[in-house]
T-cell receptor, first 112, second 113 residues
Framework: DSGVTQTPKHLITATGQRVTLRCSPR?????VYWYQQSLDQGLQFLIQ???????AKGNILERFSAQQFPDLHSELNLSSLELGDSALYFC???????????FGEGSRLTVL | GQNIDQPTEMTATEGAIVQINCTYQ??????LFWYQQHAGEAPTFLSY????GLEEKGRFSSFLSRSKGYSYLLLKELQMKDSASYLC??????????????FGTGTRLQVTL
């Protein structure tokens, strides 16, 4: 158990819909990262937040947005969903200065 | 930008030794990481190298050559449970608290009897 909690674990929805994925980082970690992993694809970096502020942005689609709240949990919002958005979405956290990221179990999104 | 290459698949026998290579190109290097990922599960941290040389941790070792942009993960005394994907990731020099990792596509290792 990494200490990073993600909900929901599984989500099935239809094209055009909107979903919200939630992440609680490890106790004491201020940084949260979101990654997307499609079938047989590597982990693609989406976005990083540190203590409520955006710190780095990857190839995140305009239909996707994220935020980190004062209690440090983060949400990833995916809208106007397309079939190609079906993937595992991982959240990870770490402490400032620490190297490794600690990953949650992921949220598996299926768009039908 | 960053470019990370590693073999797509490897097969090895239980009890043997396997070496998984990773080459990278980055505009600013600040550490190389290896993760293990079983299918459908979260990646778990294996090792970290920021200086040249070998880091050993039990059955797993990782080597780094910064001048060659090259790393390898060495797995000894392979066990069936080692069948998984092994992800190479690079951290680039960032500003302040930005410290994302860029991952390769992973090497799927199959351990056979």
């Amino acid at each position: 158990d990494s200490g990073v909690t993600q909900t929901p674990k599984h989500l099935i929805t239809a094209t055009g819909q909107r979903v919200t994925l939630r992440c609680s980082p490890r106790s004491g970690d201020l940084s949260v990262y979101w990654y997307q992993q499609s079938l047989d694809q590597g982990l693609q970096f989406l976005i990083q937040y540190y203590n409520g502020e955006e710190r780095a942005k990857g190839n995140i689609l305009e239909r996707f947005s994220a935020q980190q709240f004062p209690d440090l949990h983060s949400e990833l919002n995916l809208s106007s969903l397309e079939l190609g958005d079906s993937a595992l979405y991982f959240c990870a956290s770490n402490s400032v200065g620490a190297g490794e990221l600690f990953f949650g179990e992921g949220s598996r999104l299926t768009v039908l | 930008g960053q470019n990370i290459d590693q073999p797509t698949e490897m097969t090895a026998t239980e009890g043997a030794i396997v070496q998984i290579n990773c080459t990278y190109q980055t505009s600013g290097f600040n550490g190389l990481f290896w993760y293990q990922q079983h299918a459908g599960e979260a990646p778990t941290f294996l090792s970290y190298n920021v200086l040249d040389g070998l880091e050993e941790k039990g059955r797993f070792s990782s080597f780094l050559s910064r001048s060659k942009g090259y790393s390898y993960l060495l797995l000894k005394e392979l066990q069936m449970k080692d069948s998984a994907s092994y992800l190479c990731a690079v951290r680039a020099l960032g500003t302040g608290t930005a410290s994302k990792l860029t991952f390769g596509t992973g090497t799927r290792l199959q351990v056979t009897l």
